[in-house]
């Protein structure tokens, strides 16, 4: 097993990934992201219809990878498995992940991710209180309003496999505030 500090991020995770808070990942809850992200950006039907698919295919290779839908249990097997059985692929799959993730973010596509892209970014995913959104963008120390996508990738990746808790941990810290 990956040490129980990791697994207590996996589990904040799943809180984060399970949108409509029912308990279980399945397709509504890309469902509710698509609407909000529809809702929150002023888009042409095109570019809604080209993040969506980005969408769909992020929850299928990175998170239901061939299943349905998923409880907390069963995210955390499959995690846990691929963890185990070879560490540095898991590590670039979620490197991978959030790099996916942050392009669909980068609005303006500059690999850099302003307040604004980033409170939007959060709140496609129901994190609505703006202003704990604007402390988890403080925490990376942006240097003129901008974060480079790089550096919240890294921070994602710390996140989801790093065992260390030892090492300060941005995004645990921001779940722990209450984003
Ligand atoms: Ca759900």
Redesign the pocket.
């Known amino acids: 097993m990956a040490n129980e500090y990791l697994i207590s991020k996996w589990k904040m995770w799943f809180t984060w990934l399970?949108?409509?808070?029912?308990?279980?990942?399945?397709a509504?809850?890309i469902e509710s992201e698509r609407q909000r992200f529809v809702e929150l950006n002023e888009f042409s039907t095109e570019q809604i219809n080209a993040a969506m698919e980005v969408f769909a295919k992020w929850w299928e290779e990175f998170i239901f990878c061939g299943k349905s839908e998923l409880s907390e249990e069963a995210l955390i097997k499959s995690f846990n498995d691929a963890f185990k059985a070879n560490k540095k692929r898991f590590i670039e799959k979620m490197r991978r992940s959030f790099q996916v993730a942050y392009n669909v973010v980068d609005i303006h596509s500059n690999q850099c991710i302003s307040e604004d892209e980033f409170i939007v970014g959060l709140r496609t995913s129901g994190h609505e209180n703006i202003e704990l959104n604007r402390r988890f963008f403080q925490m990376y120390n942006p240097v003129d309003g901008h974060i480079p996508v790089k550096e919240l990738v890294e921070s994602w990746v710390q996140f989801t496999t790093c065992e260390d808790k030892e090492k300060h941990d941005i995004v645990k810290t921001a779940f722990e505030l209450g984003v």
Not at 18 to 24: A, L, R, S, V
């Open positions: 399970d949108i409509n808070k029912d308990g279980i990942l399945d509504q809850d």
